[in-house]
């Protein structure tokens, strides 16, 4: 005989699930992730907790509309139907939510059926001259909540003289925001702590908890868990890796990117004896792995990705630009190119280089986060225009720019500063480029050296020499707060209404691609991390 079931605890329970940072909408080669699988998985766990008695709440932690194939070509409407259909009980911006500038973004709070939480997400009027720092002067940003406050009531066994909790929920976007993506200049991201502390000290009186939702790097987490530590748990983004960290008391929660993890933290509310509550959380993070596509979601994706397949059909997106040899993978992971040298990210370099090599550039430098597709390719297969449309979504262009080799140290040192972490600024270069540069050391003194051919370049700062390099119109305005690009002086830019790098790229590969032979698809040395075993740049 069956074991009758444990009765439902008498205290408050909520269960949470969580995930962050989703640019890819189907699974990974490993089969994992995918809206539709998602949402399959979501299903389960929500029917699971309601059997359990435990009221549940799902959040997700930015970085959903843009940085991919489809955000670009629909601004992100996809993934808005679709959470329409998901019934998030609440997001919080990421800096890509601005991918298509904040009018977009206001229109799609504002019509959304779920709040979007931007606590520090402000908006100044016309002619206003306030900083981050006057946020207090300033309204929320149309269409975002400050907070939002749920009720978590006992399960009905616990009896009528049961009392619930109040949880606040706070909402923090990275104030490097414009270094990573496209507000307008009326918006203003005031600090997380300060600004965390402020609405913490406004919602006390009327919550028993507070917890945040969190689009900031593991760094701006911490800070924030020491700063407020009011706040018991946080679930963020903006990393791309699963994480489950204390800081002191404050649970830190991320489950990583692309709906690979759901992240379920099951929260208990524990009355304490000074008439506090007392919260007592337990993370899992449950992999979406081969899971059954959800229907209703895949239903949306498949209206959008036929439209998507039309237009790039119609731009001549099924031609084949070069082919993958057997034997040979053509890797455009998240975990590879924003960590070390990747063959894909050489051959933009070299295309960049290549145009302005007529006017003096001498190498092209592209940041990793600027290939977007996560995935593989393995040999033999073909790659086609819309492979890379697919691979290259952002509407950038090159720009041509003059430095001293002291300054492109310094935006290399830049580019380099979470490394051995993965980041999106990590440096790619042409072929005519190569260095070398120690993690380990401190921030700004970890490039030890950079060739131009096979000459040294002279980096000491009395050298007055210039070289130029092709680099990104996005590099070009210190983009990914690489701010160094801003000390030398811009030669030629595309403008706004230039050929976008995939076009360039795929006029480039038009011309090279039918010679590219397996070499082309392995590191060829340009980028060397020293004091690392060899095959960790490989």
């Given at each position: ?239 791309h890796a699963p994480m489950v960290s204390y800081e002191e008391e404050t649970l830190l929660v991320k489950t990583g ?111 990793g986060g600027f290939v977007r597709g996560n995935k593989t390719y393995p040999g033999p297969c073909d790659i086609t ?24 140290k310094a935006a290399l040192e830049q580019m380099l500063i979470n490394a051995p972490d993965a980041a999106g600024s ?113």
């Amino acid at each position: 005989m069956a074991a009758p079931p444990c009765p439902p605890p008498a205290v408050p329970r909520l269960r949470i699930f969580t995930v962050n940072d989703v640019y890819s909408e189907g699974p990974n080669g490993r089969g994992l992730g995918g809206w539709a699988q998602l949402a399959s998985l979501l299903e389960e766990e929500r029917a699971r907790a309601a059997n359990e008695g435990i009221p549940s709440l799902f959040v997700v932690c930015g970085d959903f509309l843009g940085g991919s194939a489809l955000g670009e070509a629909f601004e992100g409407r996809h993934v808005v139907e679709m959470l329409e259909v998901l019934a998030p009980d609440m997001v919080v911006v990421g800096n890509h939510e601005f991918d298509f500038g904040d009018e977009v973004l206001s229109r799609y709070m504002q019509a959304s059926s779920y709040p979007w939480l931007g606590t520090n997400v402000f908006v100044r009027s016309a002619g206003s001259s306030a900083t981050p720092a006057d946020w207090r002067e300033l309204d929320l940003m149309p269409g975002a909540a400050r907070w939002h406050v749920v009720d978590v009531n006992p399960p009905p066994a616990a009896g009528s003289d049961a009392a619930g909790v109040k949880v606040g929920f706070i909402g923090l976007c990275t104030p490097a925001t414009p270094n990573l993506s496209f507000p307008s200049e009326d918006i203003v991201f005031g600090q997380p702590v300060d600004v965390a502390a402020a609405a913490v000290a406004e919602l006390a009186p009327s919550v028993d908890a507070v917890f945040a939702l969190t689009h900031l790097r593991e760094a701006g987490d911490r800070a924030l868990a020491q700063g407020v530590p009011a706040i018991k748990l946080l679930l963020g983004g903006h990393d791309h890796a699963p994480m489950v960290s204390y800081e002191e008391e404050t649970l830190l929660v991320k489950t990583g990117m692309d709906n690979h993890y759901l992240g379920i933290i099951d929260v208990v509310f524990h009355p304490h004896h000074d008439g506090a509550v007392n919260v007592v959380a337990s993370p899992t993070l449950l992999a979406n792995h081969s899971r059954v596509p959800h229907p209703d979601i895949t239903a949306v994706l498949a209206k959008f990705k036929a439209e998507q397949a039309a237009r790039i059909a119609a731009n001549g997106g099924n031609e084949v630009l070069f082919s993958v040899p057997d034997g040979c993978v053509l890797d455009t992971r998240s975990e590879v190119i924003r960590r070390r040298e990747a063959p894909i990210c050489n051959l933009i370099a070299d295309c960049m280089h290549a145009y302005f090599a007529g006017k003096g550039a001498v190498g092209g430098i592209i940041n990793g986060g600027f290939v977007r597709g996560n995935k593989t390719y393995p040999g033999p297969c073909d790659i086609t225009a819309g492979d890379l449309q697919y691979e290259l979504p952002f509407p950038k262009t090159i720009s041509l720019i003059e430095l001293t080799p002291a300054i492109f140290k310094a935006a290399l040192e830049q580019m380099l500063i979470n490394a051995p972490d993965a980041a999106g600024s990590f440096p790619h270069l042409s072929s005519s480029l190569a260095m070398e540069f120690d993690a380990s050391l401190p921030v700004g003194e970890r490039v030890l050296a950079i060739k131009l051919g096979s000459v040294p370049l002279d980096l000491s700062e009395d050298n007055t020499d210039t070289i130029r390099i092709t680099i990104t119109s996005f590099m070009a305005v210190g983009g990914d707060s690489v701010d160094s690009w801003l000390r030398g002086t811009i030669v030629e830019d595309l403008g706004d209404d230039g050929p976008h790098i995939s076009a360039l790229f795929i006029d480039y590969l038009r011309k090279v691609g039918s010679h590219l032979g397996p070499d082309a698809f392995v590191p060829a040395g340009r980028v060397t991390q020293v004091g690392v075993p060899a095959d960790a740049n490989e």
